[in-house]
């Protein structure tokens, strides 16, 4: 237990639906991210809220939407993806944007027909 | 290029084995992280270095900062050691983490 919990665990979702990926954080940290990770390739970051600000995205397409309500949430609103958007996706958070240790959650499975 | 490299990135044991995962990377940094994880995908930190060893239980980690180098040994291997093992780094300047691909380990009863 790494006090961040994402839901759903698993989606399979057709290219034309919309759905929605969301991680909550019981640690009281500041900062939260997106990660993706595909097979045999490193982690790759998609966005960065600090004190409920977007500061990083890092070119994502416009089909994945973040929203970060409060600083204990954080959603990844997902619409017309593509095949090869099916990734584990995986929320962290860290006490603050300058952080050294970030504290992931269990990931959501994706997989895009 | 990977800001940083492990290997192997594959590694099959038998069980009591000591195993070593290695970590190479190209940046300053402030800190070093071996991650853990398992199957079901939820990633678990074991250890954040910045300098020298450190031990908990089986697992030891130890960091050369001049030659960018850090090492992570499990002694008497179980098969509930079976994961993937990441080193990440936060690098001096800015604030994105960097990630190796991970080493996959497998130990066999």
């Known amino acids: 237990e790494t006090g961040v919990t994402q839901t759903p665990r698993h989606l399979v979702m057709g290219m034309t639906n919309k759905k929605s990926l969301k991680c909550e954080q019981h640690l009281g940290h500041n900062a939260m991210y997106w990660y993706k990770q595909s097979a045999k390739k490193p982690l790759e970051l998609m966005f960065v809220?600090?004190?409920?600000?977007?500061?990083e995205n890092n070119s994502v397409p416009s089909r994945f939407s973040p929203e970060c309500p409060n600083s204990s949430h954080l959603f990844l609103h997902l619409h017309t993806l593509q095949p090869e958007d099916s990734a584990l996706y995986l929320c962290?958070?860290?006490?603050?944007?300058?952080?050294?240790?970030?504290?992931f959650g269990e990931g959501s499975r994706l997989t895009v027909l | 290029k990977n800001e940083v490299e492990q290997s192997p990135q594959n590694l099959t044991a038998q069980e009591g084995e000591f195993i070593t995962i290695n970590c190479s990377y190209s940046?300053?940094?402030?800190?070093l992280h071996w991650l853990q994880q398992h199957p079901g995908g939820g990633i678990v930190s074991l250890f954040m270095?910045?300098?020298g060893k450190k031990k908990h239980g089986r697992l030891i980690a130890t960091i050369n900062i001049q030659e960018k180098h850090s090492s992570l040994h499990i002694t008497a291997s179980h098969p509930r050691d079976s994961a993937v093992y990441i080193c990440?780094?936060?690098?001096?300047?800015?604030?994105?983490?960097?990630f190796g691909t991970g080493t996959s380990l497998t130990v066999i009863p």
């Open positions: 940046v300053g940094i402030s800190a």
């Open positions: 990440a780094v936060h690098p001096n300047t800015g604030n994105q983490f960097y």
């Open positions: 962290a958070s860290s006490q603050d944007y300058s952080g050294r240790e970030l504290f």
């Open positions: 809220y600090s004190l409920e600000e977007r500061v």
């Open positions: 270095l910045s300098s």
